[in-house]
């Protein structure tokens, strides 16, 4: 039998052939770069604890990217810009040219470096939607169509606010070529559950052969 000893020495190695970024970590933190980056890493190394950070959930997502917004709070307030980046994990949004911040990159022996403008998140309550009907700021609220379709509606105009086409290029597979490793769309749409009048024990025991003469248990639901 395997000692318990050897058995968290094998745990403790698997454990380090696993990149830092798949680890569960409480004290994990999302930044501007995606989890799988060098960059991300670098921010969330092992044995750097960072403060939980606490993210108000948000219900529903009105926001898209592509999508025309002003900026409410900062010192681009007024400002109106487009929306180039979404990261929902922290409740942020990037608009493309405002709430910027400059840093140097570039610095070597003999050269000062060069300061390059970079666009600081912002709270998606920061921002309101633009209305396309006057081109003004407004609340909006989800609501459906006669066909059903779900839609962003302003609440002082009554106007639809389309789907922005950075969106809908982003969530437009017809074009995508199956890869060797993709699974066969065939198999993906093929139906291979059958409803039964019956209970899983017994719908097991046709399916193999299985006879059992005991008699079922009483089986109460409250």
Not at 31 to 52: C, E, F
Not at 63 to 69: A, E, F, I, T
Not at 160 to 173: A, S, V
Not at 211 to 219: A, E, L, S
Request: hydrophobic share 35%; net charge positive; proline share 5%.
């Amino acid at each position: 039998m395997v000692r318990l000893t050897e058995i968290l020495l094998m745990a403790r190695q698997a454990s380090k052939t696993k990149p830092s970024w798949q680890r569960v970590n409480k004290h994990y933190r999302f930044v501007m770069s995606r989890p799988w980056t060098i960059q991300a890493q670098i921010a969330n190394l092992p044995g750097k604890n960072r403060k939980v950070v606490h993210v108000e959930p948000v219900k529903e997502w009105k926001l898209m990217k592509g999508d025309l917004v002003q900026v409410l709070k900062g010192k681009d307030t007024g400002k109106i810009g487009t929306i180039i980046d979404i990261i929902r994990e922290r409740n942020w949004v990037i608009v493309e040219g405002l709430n910027c911040h400059y840093r140097r990159i570039g610095k070597m022996e003999g050269f000062k470096g060069t300061y390059v403008a970079s666009e600081a998140p912002l709270l998606h309550r920061q921002v309101a939607l633009i209305d396309p009907s006057d081109n003004q700021p407004t609340e909006v609220d989800m609501r459906y169509t006669e066909a059903g379709d779900k839609v962003r509606v302003s609440r002082r105009t009554g106007r639809i606010i389309p789907t922005p086409q950075m969106t809908l290029k982003e969530n437009d597979h017809s074009n995508y070529v199956e890869q060797a490793h993709d699974t066969k769309s065939e198999d993906v749409c093929r139906k291979t559950f059958q409803p039964v009048m019956k209970s899983v024990e017994d719908d097991l025991r046709e399916k193999f052969g299985i006879k059992d003469k005991k008699p079922p248990y009483k089986t109460f639901w409250y």
